[in-house]
Each structure stands twice: as C-alpha cells, then as structure tokens.
C-alpha cells in the first residue's frame, strides 16, 4: 500500500510539473488536433472576450485533452502571467511619476501600482487552489468557490485601476496604461468565466 501511495504522488508531481505550469518548461506544449482545439473553442464561447480566449488558450490544448480543471487552471496561469507583467510596469513607471506635472496622473499610477499588486496576489493564491484540487482533504466545491472569490476580487482591482484614470487628462500616457488594464482584465475575466464553468459542473 506504501509502494502504491508513493507512485501515486510521484505521478501527481510529474503531472503538475508539465500539465499546470507550461510556461516553466524547457519544450513546447503537445501539439494540438482538431477535436483538441475544437474543445478550446467551444469552451471559450462562454467567456467575455471568447477570441482572445481562443487565441490565448489553443496552443495548450494538447495539454488540456478536453478537461475543464485544466483548462481552466492554464487560463489562470495566463492571466497570472500577463497581471504580473503589468504590475511590473506600472510599478516601474510609479516610481517616476513624482517629477511629472500631471499630479492627478501620478496619484492615479500609485494607486493602480498598489491594487494591481493585489490582483497578482489573488490571480496566484486561484492558481496555486486550483492546482491542488482535490488534494487538500477540502471538498472542490469549496475550493473552487475560493477560486471564485479571488479572481473576482482581482477583477476588482483591475477595474479600480481603470477607474483611478477617470479624472487625468487625455494622453499618451494614460491611454498606454489603461490599454494595457484592459488587456489583462480579458484574460482575468476569461479564466473567471471557465472556473465558473467548470464549478457547474462539480455536485456538491
């Protein structure tokens, strides 16, 4: 019983070290087919922004084969990804802002810097929930609820980033930024919309 115990966690390590984190492998995803990619598609007509849900996800469907919990666990790690970029540079432009002389604008810049901080924090605490479900002793109901929870709050943040803007003046600059929120905010909606998905399908 020992013996089986040990294989079985062994191939639960292997399985989420080259299914759940991609992008943190030395080779490429497994090559997609039809019906794979298909999957993708039809997932994804039940997000927000379903191309950029398509486009975003259809180089992992060899790696999803058709299952909702991975699916929505690589959507995710893409909005983590791309949260995290976008912490990164605000974070890099907040610390420049000061000797500008739009002060709305470098108020609006902190504030986005500090909640998108935020965001990446919750969009990494779903991902982490979502690669041990079923693995915790927790029923996946109410992990996947947590999952819910967090992602939402990072959506908030988001948002309230975007909001901080409402009263800058027009301009390159604020139109980069908030190009670049709205970008993230696909993504982040999109992982919500599968893991909300894939919740209809969990009894309790």
């Not at 992992?60 to 909702?68: H, I, L, M």
Request: charged content about 20%.
């Amino acid at each position: 019983m020992e013996l089986q115990l040990s294989t079985l966690f062994f191939s639960f390590i292997i399985l989420s070290t080259t299914v759940f984190q991609p992008s943190t492998t030395a080779g490429h995803p497994p090559p997609p087919t039809s019906t794979e990619t298909d999957y993708i598609r039809t997932s994804c007509h039940t997000t927000r922004y379903p191309q950029t849900c398509f486009t975003s996800l259809s180089k992992y469907s060899g790696a999803v084969k058709n299952n909702p919990s991975r699916l929505a666990t690589l959507a995710i790690h893409v909005a983590l990804s791309k949260a995290n970029h976008m912490s990164n540079y605000v974070s890099s432009i907040s610390r420049h802002v000061d000797s500008d002389n739009t002060t709305e604008y470098s108020a609006a810049v902190r504030d986005c810097s500090s909640v998108f901080g935020d965001a990446v924090d919750e969009i990494r605490k779903s991902h982490k929930e979502m690669k041990r479900l079923g693995w915790t002793g927790e029923s996946v109901r109410f992990q996947l609820s947590n999952v819910q929870t967090w992602m939402s709050a990072a959506l908030t943040n988001q948002d309230t980033c975007v909001d901080g803007f409402d009263d800058v003046a027009d301009g390159d600059l604020k139109a980069e930024v908030v190009g670049r929120v709205a970008a993230v905010k696909e993504v982040t909606s999109n992982a919500l919309a599968l893991v909300n998905s894939y919740a209809d399908t969990i009894t309790a």
